[in-house]
């Protein structure tokens, strides 16, 4: 049976043992790569398809929001998660807007939180990509659903021409043929009366193919075959 591939997450701290620990916790359940520094995260981020990045804030290059900003200008399907120790209310609103972050991390981690955060973050990521393909393929199906239904109308309206129906030279049908077709294309409200097997379904469909509505839905329904309360 075909392992499951492991969704790939990127932690960046300047911190070895805070990198090992993380490490330890993770790769159970993760390709858990590491970097010590932004230089080389980035250079991780532009060789592998990282799926989500975990950052730690207080780093000696650069802070996690302002990496994590950078990360969300040239890597934006990526995850983005801060973690540390200091929870400055001016950091979360910075983190927020301008790195948009998926969460924060508090230190001291629990490690079934940190867990259930980065799961949740992986989802997030393919449900993403899930979505921009279906996207990608609605945009290549539309067009050829629209020709499909374009080419539809036109085999229903070439049916229901009323020059389709059949009628003697001397019929009274021919009359009233040609006097629907000259109000089909005017939006006013017509009333067809006749008794039953006359021909109003075939007359109401051709006026309606030969209406501005020819492209909206035609409905039909027995009004004899209604209950009498509605």
């Not at 990496?67 to 973690?83: C, D, G, K, N, S």
Request: charged share 25%; with cysteine; net charge negative.
């Amino acid at each position: 049976m075909q392992q499951t591939r492991l969704p790939i997450i990127l932690v960046v701290d300047d911190e070895p043992l805070s990198l090992q620990a993380l490490r330890r916790t993770l790769e159970e359940d993760f390709t858990v790569l590491t970097a010590d520094n932004v230089t080389d995260a980035e250079k991780v981020l532009s060789e592998i398809p990282v799926q989500v990045v975990l950052s730690d804030q207080r780093m000696p290059d650069m802070t996690g929001m302002d990496f994590l900003t950078r990360v969300r200008r040239q890597w934006p399907e990526v995850i983005r998660i801060i973690i540390s120790a200091y929870t400055e209310p001016a950091d979360l609103i910075k983190g927020i807007n301008d790195a948009g972050i998926y969460n924060f991390v508090p230190k001291p981690w629990q490690p079934e939180q940190l867990l259930l955060t980065l799961t949740n973050a992986a989802q997030l990521f393919r449900l993403q990509k899930e979505n921009s393909a279906l996207n990608l393929e609605l945009k290549r199906t539309v067009p050829q659903v629209d020709e499909q239904l374009k080419q539809k109308r036109e085999q229903l309206k070439a049916r229901h021409r009323f020059d389709n129906i059949v009628c003697a030279p001397d019929s009274p049908m021919k009359d009233i043929c040609d006097t629907v077709a000259r109000i089909a294309p005017y939006d006013i409200p017509v009333l067809v009366t006749g008794e039953s097997g006359t021909g109003k379904e075939l007359i109401t469909r051709a006026l309606h193919y030969s209406s501005h509505r020819a492209d909206k839905p035609f409905v039909t329904e027995n009004c004899g075959a209604m209950p009498v309360q509605l």
